[in-house]
Every structure is written in structure tokens, then in C-alpha cells.
């Protein structure tokens, strides 16, 4: 047993087809595009090599076939009690033996950067994608979402992992009735004119990811950890979902003009993306405008909610909401809704899940590795 590190286009296939043959039995399993997970490892496309590093291997057995793939990465931004790392895009047999000698291996490689932990598995990027391993819900997974078999768990936990945060998941339908309550909040809201409820419109996209800057990082500021993003990112974000949003799914709010909340959806697009088989060349893309045109998903998928502080705790959520229903519900074909995930360490937007009649539908967790045993762990500090 050994490994290697990925440094040609050979071994960067294999890196990419080896999720497929591991769960080629899965018939739940969906294989991420290609050019998604290249794109984490590509240092012109992600900014994150700006104040970082990263590095992926393959595990061979004795016999020269991959069992295994893994990639360690440091993010300078990535700002913790003590400096941590981060693991991901693991994939592995049924094996202790073979995970722990992947792990072990990034534990060393990260000690070399001078890092005192690890984190995983989690994504050289934002939270939004590849976070998180599933260890409930393993149903057909949502764009952007690690899966995982059940066994890893096991092989996390046998080496010391511990659970840093859980990540819940929230479901309801969009043809049942928000509870009254959320309704009566609407009115009070809305019988004040300095309100509105706005939908997302692609002519107007530079104006609304600007709008969206100011929000985002106002509103996860007291996340820690560095979050942020600047304007021109904020922008590219946008044009990169142009083609696959749907306006009627994204709604920002305002008072006396200024922005003070957002709700970003996107289509369920591994319902399209299951049959493209990790290829997304033009007659893939012609295969997937095709279904979107002809087969469109009923599922809606919950990325982003944020409000800004000075207007948490006023009913700007269930404002924004309710308006937003109206429209999705009227002159959309969703049926279904699914949050993206929501961490433990926001017990708000757990019980506002919740309150809106959600159920959970998956969990996943980030778990943490301390390199000296000797310190205490502490589990995701909760946020007010």
C-alpha cells in the first residue's frame, strides 16, 4: 500500500473515477462534475491558493489499483483557536487500515505547515460545497454535497475524529401553508411601506451582487473563521449561475432601499446532472438544457439566508418568506424544498426550520483532529 501524489492528467482522471467505481452499485449515488472538483485544484480558478495551499494523493494497494484518494489543505483565512487544517474529497474502501494511512499522511503534511489540527472532510473553498460527511439521508445527494457510504463514519471516528458541528438538512413542501403565525408577521411588516420584497433579476445581476456583498458579510461576520467576500467575487458568483438560476427563487429585502436580507434557491440540479456521468462537454450541456426545458426538477434547493443584524429577531425572515411563497408557489412548477444544511452552532435558523414546519431530512458532520492529545477539544462555539 502506497501513495501518490496527483501530478499529471492521468492521475487526476483517477482521482475523478475512482468515486465512480466505489459506488457503481449505489443506485443513489450521483458523480459530481468534473469540472467542479478540478476546479478546487486548479490555482487559477481558486482564489484560495491566494493564502493557501493544497495538495491531493491516490492510494494504491500492492496490486497497483487505486483504493483510495485524499487531498490536505492549508487556508490562512480559515482562522481557528489553533491552526487548523483541512481534509477532503476522501473516498476509500472498507478499510481502517487504509484510511488511517491516508490520514496519517496529511497529519504529517500538515504539521510541516505549521498546522496543530484538522478539520474533515471539508473543502478548499466555502462551506457551501463538499462539507461535511453524511451520516444520515442517504438519499441522492444535492448538488455540491459530499456522499458517502455509512462505513465512513467508522473509519473518521477509529482514527479520533471527533464531531466538531453537525449539519442538518430541512425539508417541507411548498404546496402546504406556513404556519399562521409566519402570516400575521407579514402583515404587520408589510402595512410599513419602507419594506419591499424584491425578486432577483439577471439584467440587474452586478446591482444585486452587490447588494448581496453587503449583506453576506454583515450577516455572517459574527461566524468567525474570516468569512467574507469582495464585490468582483460576489459578481463572478452570480454570472457563474446566470444559466441555472431561476429568478423567481432568489428574493432580497429592503428598508428605505437599503439591503437588509437575502434568500438564494437554486433548481435541484443533480436531478439533471445524474445522468451526465461527471461530463459536462456541449453535448452535455445540450442534454441538460434539454431536461430543464422538457423535464424540469420539482425540487427547490435552500442555499443561502442571511439577514443583517440590526434586523435579526423583527420578522424579517418570515417577511421575506411568505412574499416570496406567493411568487414561487403561483407562477413556479416546485413542489418540494430542501435546506442546504444548517449547523448546530446556529440554534436560530434551527428553530426557524423548524417553526416553518420543516422536517430534517439529512445529517452530516465536520469533525476535528487535535495533532496533541493533551489539549482539550471544544466543539463549533454557538453563534447569537
Not at 476522501?90 to 496519517?104: L, V
Amino acid at each position: 500500500m502506497y501513495l501518490r501524489k496527483v501530478t499529471n492528467k492521468e492521475q487526476a482522471a483517477l482521482f475523478l473515477d475512482f468515486p465512480k467505481q466505489l459506488h457503481q452499485t449505489n443506485p443513489n449515488y450521483i458523480q459530481p462534475l468534473d469540472k467542479d472538483v478540478e476546479a478546487i485544484f486548479d490555482e487559477n480558478k481558486n482564489k484560495c491558493f491566494l493564502h493557501g495551499k493544497c495538495t491531493r494523493w491516490l492510494l494504491f494497494n500492492d496490486k497497483q489499483q487505486v483504493i483510495g484518494r485524499i487531498a490536505a489543505f492549508v487556508n490562512y483565512e480559515y482562522l481557528q483557536a489553533q491552526p487548523t487544517g483541512g481534509i477532503g474529497f476522501f473516498e476509500c474502501i472498507d478499510s481502517e487500515r487504509a484510511a488511517h494511512y491516508m490520514f496519517d499522511y496529511c497529519r504529517f503534511w500538515l504539521m510541516q505547515q505549521g498546522i496543530e489540527a484538522m478539520d474533515g472532510p471539508i473543502n478548499f473553498g466555502e462551506r457551501m460545497n463538499w462539507w461535511g460527511l453524511l451520516l444520515e439521508g442517504f438519499h441522492s445527494p444535492l448538488y455540491g454535497m459530499n456522499y458517502n457510504p455509512p462505513y465512513y463514519k467508522r473509519l473518521f471516528e477509529s482514527y479520533g475524529f471527533q464531531v466538531y458541528f453537525y449539519q442538518d438538512c430541512y425539508s417541507l413542501s411548498l404546496r402546504e401553508e406556513l404556519p399562521d403565525k409566519f402570516y400575521k408577521i407579514r402583515d404587520r411588516i408589510k402595512s410599513n411601506d419602507s419594506y419591499k420584497v424584491i425578486p432577483f433579476c439577471k439584467k440587474d445581476l452586478v446591482e444585486f451582487a452587490q447588494d448581496f456583498t453587503y449583506i453576506y458579510n454583515k450577516s455572517w461576520q459574527n461566524h468567525g473563521e474570516g468569512k467574507s467576500i469582495k464585490e468582483k467575487e460576489a459578481v463572478k458568483l452570480f454570472k457563474a449561475m446566470k444559466d441555472v438560476l431561476d429568478e423567481k427563487t432568489i428574493w432580497f429585502t429592503y428598508h428605505e432601499g437599503n439591503p437588509i436580507a437575502c434568500w438564494l434557491n437554486l433548481p435541484d440540479l443533480n436531478a439533471h446532472f445524474k445522468s451526465l456521468k461527471g461530463k459536462f462537454g456541449p453535448l452535455e450541456m445540450l442534454k441538460f438544457l434539454w431536461q430543464r426545458k422538457f423535464s424540469p426538477t420539482r425540487k427547490l434547493v435552500g442555499v443561502l439566508f442571511g439577514v443583517v443584524p440590526e434586523y435579526q429577531n423583527k420578522g424579517i425572515e418570515a417577511f421575506m418568506i411568505v412574499n416570496a411563497l406567493e411568487t414561487i408557489k403561483s407562477k413556479t412548477q416546485y413542489n418540494n424544498y430542501e435546506m442546504q444544511w444548517v449547523g448546530d452552532f446556529n440554534p436560530k435558523m434551527v428553530n426557524f426550520a423548524l417553526n416553518m414546519g420543516a422536517q430534517r431530512t439529512r445529517q452530516l458532520a465536520t469533525y476535528r483532529y487535535l495533532f496533541d492529545d493533551t489539549r482539550s477539544f471544544y466543539k463549533h462555539p454557538t453563534i447569537s
